[in-house]
Every structure is written in structure tokens, then in C-alpha cells.
């Protein structure tokens, strides 16, 4: 068997260019002759007249080689042309009548068993998932298998025959699997090579990527096939804010109480009803008022807190305390303000710190202590009442929301089994890509602080700071792919 390929093309533009060279050589040789050949002496003497000699020879000498290699390089082109003209003979032998030749030996075989007895199997039409054809019984591989439309698995690869490759698996439309390669010839050949599944599309397979195709099977002499790799995943989904629900509702009063020289506590206001996401919180009961007779203390209720929500809820008012005027031993202490609520959606602001507790009558009671917030009221006096001194920091508003995760990716064909006597297995397809993941969302705007507490009622110190407002908190993420 010869391994030597031959192009006449070429071969003949060789041929060309060598008789150029020779052309160009020989007429160089022709216009040399003259002055080299017939040298005349520099003088009349002998020495002259032998160096003349001398050189006349030598250019003599050249002109038999020059045409010994002349004749060599005319017979070289000319072997060169004939074998370029011989093998573009062979070719166009081979174009027309062994190609009719090849037609009537496969007609019979086609006929009998649906494949061709030597040459390729055809391919698959693109865009329709056909299955490749099958190669020849003696001698052929397997044509490749035909792509896929939207949702359509890729077209298997054909069989070879008795030796031969099978053929490539098909690609995998949008969300469906590869093609499976084609098996390789039952004495010697290796195994197709899995199709490429097909990528990620909503609305088809449930947004999931096709898997890779199973690489082809050798039978006895031969490698399986490798695996298709996966297809790619859809992008994740964008992050969401939270969303903004109904207003909340106001927390009860505390109930009243009376004592006579006894330490009587009223009832604290109840906790005002939590906001939804973006929602300001209801607002804090009212602590309770305490009657009081004789040299007992007694404390007003304290102000319930505000619900979380979007802005926080105002502070309860703290209970007031009345002691009576023909019982000056007795002390008095207004209720706390209600604490401010926390805003729980992005960009919810503190809520308003509560009233201190008022005491009317007998000595008088401490002021009480000015609830949680932001933004309070500036430090002043007037008489025996106390003001809360500074304000509250404003809340950070929450940030966005993660982006989703991206859709996860087709898994890889598995490699095809080896030949019975000598093959290795093929090598299973990489999986595909996964998708990118989505865009955070927007953080909520900065919280406005809640205002601060106002301590009231007789008393030797000044009502305390509101404190900070908290921060929002953050968005949800987004969904996956």
C-alpha cells in the first residue's frame, strides 16, 4: 500500500517554474560565451598569449558542464510534468467511471439491506433530528446524526461496517439531550462521539439544559466513543425588595390602680401590633394611672413599644401618678416612655420615643426616662420639668437583595465501552456551563431617627437621650435559575 499523497496541481506548477529557471539560466549562458570563450591576449608576448589560453579553457570547460546540466534539468521537467499529468489522469478516472463503478457494486446492498456494501453512511439534515446512515458492510463509517430543532433530542450517529468509525451524535435542540454516537465497526474501529445537548430555554424541559450523548460502543478492535458534554443554564433571576403590606394597629392602655401607704405599680400599656415590610408599627399603649393615699410610692405603667414595621410605632405616653396632698411623705414616679420600634423593611424609619409619666399631686414623682428614637427634642428647662437632651441617629436604610443563583447545567454523556478484545472506554462529556447569576436589587432608602422621649414632671435630673434608630433590614434574594 502506497502512503504517498500526491497533488497534480501542484506537481505541475513545479514543472512550470523549474522550465522557467532553466530558461532564464540558459540564456545567461548564451550571452557569456562570447566575451569568455574568445579572450584575446594583453599582448604579443608568450606569457600574455598563455594566460589568454588559459582562461579561453576553463570557459570552454563551463560551457560542455553548463550543457550536461541543461539537458539533466530539461529531462527532470519533463518528468515532473508527466507524472503531474498522470496523476490528474488517475483523478479524473476516478471522478467518472469508478465512481459509476462504485454506484453499481453498493446498488445490490442497498437494495437487500438498506446500506451501501463500501463508502460513508449519510448524514442527518440539520434542524430535524434524523438518525445518521448506516457505513459500508465491508468497508465505511457512520454518517452523523442530524441536529435538532427546539426540544428535540439530536439524531444518532450511524454504524459503521465491518471497519470504519461510527458516526458524531447530533446536536441537541434547545433543552434536549444529544445524539448517542454510532457504534464502530464489528472488527476493527472506535465508537462515535456523543452530541452536544442542547442549551437551557424557559418554557422548554422546565428551563433545564439537555444532557451530553452516550459515546458509541467498538465491538472488537476499538475505543468507545467520548461523551457529549451538557448543555448551558438560563441566567438566575434578579433580587426583589420587599413588598409593602397594611397599616398596623395601636397597642391597649394599662389599667389603673389605687393603694393606701403601699408601693403600687400600675399596669404597663400594651405593645403596639407589629408593622408588615415597609409599614410604620402601631403605636403603644398608654401606661395606667395609680391613685396613691398616704406614704407608700407608687410608678406609673410603662408605655408599650411600637410595632416593627416600615417606620417605627410612637412610644406609649407613660402612666400618671396622683398622690394625695395630705400625704407628703409619699413619692411618686411618672411611667417610662414607650421605646420606638425598629424598622423592619429597608428604609423604615425609628419610631418616636414616648412621654414620660406625669406627677400631679403630693411630692413630686421622677421624670420618666424618654423613650428610644431618632431625631429628639433639643435640651431645655422650664419650673421643676425635665426635657430629653439630645437626638437620636436617623437608620441606614437596608441593603438589596441577593441576585439569584444561575440554572444549573446539562450533565456530560457517558463514554462508550470498549472493543471485546482491545479498545479502552470513552471518555464521559464535560458538563456544560451554569447560568450567570442575577442582579441584586436596590437598597432602601436611609430611615428617618425617631423623635426623643420628653421627661416629665418634678424632679432633680433631666430626662434621659433618645437612643439610635436601628437599621432597616436587608431585601430578600431573588429566586434561582
Known sequence: MSFV???????????TDLENLGATL????????????QLLAAGADEVS????????????AYRALSAQAAAFHA??????SGSAAAYAAAEAANASPLQLLEAVINAPTEAALGRPLIGDGANGASGTGANGGAGGILWGNGGAGGSGAAGQAGGHGGSAGLIGTGGTGGLGGAGAPGGTGGTGGLLYGNGGVGGQGGAALAGINGGLPGHGGTGGNAFLLGNGGAGGPGGTGLVGANGVNPTISGQAGTGTAGSPASATNADVTAANGGVGADG????TGGTGGAGGTVDLSGSGTAAGGNGGTGGAGGNGGAGGHGGGAFGSIGSPVGSIAGGNGGNGTIGAAPGGAGGAGGQGGQAIQGVGGIGGAGGGGGAGG?????????IGNEAGNGADGGAGGNGGDGGGSGLGGAGGSGGLLIGQVGISGAAGPGGL???????????TGGAGGIGSGPGSSDGLNGANGTNGAHGTSGQNG
Open 276 to 279: 408588615g415590610l415597609g409599614v
Open 437 to 447: 447569576g442575577g442582579p441584586g436589587s436596590g437598597g432602601g432608602a436611609l430611615g
Open 5 to 15: 499523497i500526491a497533488a497534480p496541481e501542484y506537481l505541475a506548477s513545479a514543472a
Open 49 to 60: 598569449t598563455a594566460v589568454a589560453a588559459l582562461f579561453g579553457g576553463h570557459a570552454r
Open 378 to 386: 433639643t435640651a431645655s428647662g422650664a419650673g421643676s420639668f425635665n
Open 26 to 37: 540558459h540564456a545567461a549562458d548564451v550571452a557569456a560565451a562570447g566575451p569568455t570563450t
Open 75 to 80: 529531462q527532470f521537467v519533463q518528468a515532473l
